[in-house]
């Protein structure tokens, strides 16, 4: 009777042992589940995103050529700025104000007495001269003082007022 040579041996052991180990891997486990979204979701005809922030209570805000969208994990709504504009920055200080950076507009959202978001504009606090500031590109905070950074000036606001710093 003719032997086999060590090396055929050894692949039929192989593969009587290894590969049928492989088909009992589990493809699809600890993959994380994701959900796509466009414009036909949220119902705006824009569908850039400038700025993404997530609350405290797990409210995602994205800022958008339209205005500043909020997802609840099912719905989406619109929250449109005084002047129509594009939102392009979003910050959250501690006590989980959003401050929102948009086109000639700046500002923060608060809930108002039916339990939805709602805008209030802080520009009304800025002078005169300064009002033609342009798109707010960042909106950061630091050490409790908002900081809204447009092209040309950057706005501190702090204990209810409003300094500017030109650049």
């Known amino acids: ?22 088909f009992a891997q589990n493809i699809t486990g600890g993959n994380p589940y994701i959900q796509n979204y466009d414009d036909k979701d949220y119902k705006t ?3 850039q995103i400038w700025a993404v922030l997530q609350d405290q209570r797990g409210l995602m805000y994205f800022g958008n050529n339209d205005g500043l969208l909020e997802f609840d994990g099912t ?17 959250m200080d501690s006590t989980g104000r959003i401050y929102v ?15 939805l978001m709602q805008y209030i504009s802080l520009t009304g606090k800025i002078p005169e001269k300064y009002m033609n500031f342009g798109d707010v590109w960042q ?3 630091i050490n409790d003082q908002i900081i809204f950074r447009t092209a040309y000036f950057v706005f501190f606001f702090k204990d209810n007022e409003i300094n500017v710093l030109k650049s």
């Open 1 to 22: 009777m003719r032997r086999l040579p060590i090396s055929i041996v050894f692949i039929i052991i192989y593969s009587l042992f290894a590969v049928p180990g492989l």
């Open 45 to 47: 005809p824009e569908n």
């Open 101 to 115: 950076g948009a086109k000639s507009e700046f500002g923060y959202i608060e809930t108002d007495t039916t339990g």
């Open 139 to 141: 909106t950061s905070i």
């Open 75 to 91: 719905n989406w709504r619109l929250i449109v700025m005084p002047n129509k504009s594009v939102v392009r920055s979003l910050a």
